[in-house]
């Protein structure tokens, strides 16, 4: 309850610093206040471009989420198994992230249309971090059971759902709460510039360009509150089937 007090005490400072700020401006075209923001939300949650351009991100974001997911843990999972291809793959995942996300953003305009250029940035985006965290996890697991599960001849299914997977889960969801944020906001970068119809990336454009102010600040914070509630519903996905698993042990 008192940490919860705290949180509440800091969201009302800041809005409170917001809210002098924009008196001390004093300019709604540099800067608006929290009121005028939440009343451009309101106006943009009455229109059916702003569902529209919601869905289209989500969609596209969501599916370069799991693409990198998917071959991530896929990869990792044969890095563990063969290391002349973990060995392979060091440099290319580092390379990935390490290169700014600018630099992928001009590149990729290059070889893929720009509708799917959010796709490509939210994979880019994930797949590092799945991969490693999840190869790390792998490699976390118990010798002594892994001893014990040889000694046993338990089978390689038994030994993934019993031993591999309770030690590489947490790691998991730990990549998955990183890349979910890093790819949200990388996937949203690419849309402001590739533009694609249906798109938040796009509306925020629009925003800018027209000196919008409260409706750019009303994007941001629908930006905002869709990525904690995706991480949020996200995450609880994950953790129902992760508690699956371990039940079904």
Not at 15 to 44: D, G, K, Y
Not at 91 to 101: D, E
Not at 193 to 217: D, M, W
Not at 221 to 231: F, G, K, R, Y
Request: aromatic content about 12%; some cysteine; overall charge positive.
């Amino acid at each position: 309850m008192k940490k919860r007090c705290w949180r509440i005490l800091a969201v009302v400072f800041w809005l409170l610093l917001w809210q002098t700020a924009a008196m001390a401006v004093n300019q709604r075209i540099l800067l608006v206040s929290p009121l005028e923001t939440l009343q451009a939300l309101f106006s943009l949650l009455q229109t059916a471009a702003f569902y529209q351009s919601v869905a289209g991100s989500l969609l596209r974001i969501l599916a370069g989420f799991f693409a990198g997911l998917v071959l991530g843990v896929g990869l990792a999972a044969l890095a563990k198994i063969y290391m002349p291809l973990r060995e392979m793959l060091f440099p290319v995942m580092s390379a990935v992230k390490a290169t700014p996300v600018a630099s992928f953003v001009i590149l990729a305009l290059i070889w893929i249309p720009s509708k799917n250029l959010s796709i490509f940035m939210a994979f880019l985006m994930v797949l590092p971090l799945i991969y490693s965290n999840f190869l790390e996890g792998l490699n976390r697991a118990d010798a002594q059971l892994l001893e014990m599960a040889k000694v046993f001849r338990m089978s390689a299914f038994n030994r993934i759902r019993g031993i591999y997977w309770p030690a590489a889960f947490p790691y998991l969801l730990t990549a998955m709460r990183l890349s979910l944020g890093m790819c949200w906001k990388a996937g949203i970068a690419a849309e402001v510039i590739a533009q694609p119809k249906n798109s938040i990336g796009s509306a925020l454009h629009r925003a800018k360009v027209f000196f919008s102010t409260p409706e750019l600040f009303a994007w941001t914070l629908a930006i905002i509150l869709l990525s904690v509630t995706l991480e949020k519903c996200m995450l609880h996905l994950v953790n129902r089937l992760g508690r699956g698993l371990e039940n079904a042990r």
